[in-house]
């Protein structure tokens, strides 16, 4: 049985990735640093689940780390060509 913490973090992440789809903008906003925090907090909630001995869940927490991995680096490439940097240099 998944855990309710384990739906909660699949449910934000489906709201994360609609919201980062919509996103439409420069790296210094508010709206884009929260995207980028959101997926961090998400990877870091996600990691924290055990699963272990259940090799399906951890199969599927695995996927989920990945997706929002790739969510970050859309999100990055969005605002930035490379998915890095500015051309002056600043950080993300």
């Keep these: 049985m998944i855990s309710r913490s384990c739906y909660k973090e699949l449910d934000s992440g489906k709201e994360l990735e609609s919201d ?23 990877q870091t909630d996600l990691d924290a689940l055990d699963f272990s001995g ?5 199969e599927e927490k695995k996927n989920a780390v990945l997706t ?25």
């Design 54 to 58: 259940r090799d399906t869940l951890r």
């Design 20 to 42: 980062v789809e919509k996103f439409q903008g420069p790296h210094f906003t508010k709206e884009y640093r929260t995207l980028q925090g959101h997926c961090t907090k998400l």
């Design 68 to 92: 929002i991995s790739k969510l970050a680096k859309d999100l990055a490439t969005k605002t930035h060509g490379d998915g890095k940097s500015c051309q002056d240099g600043c950080e993300i």
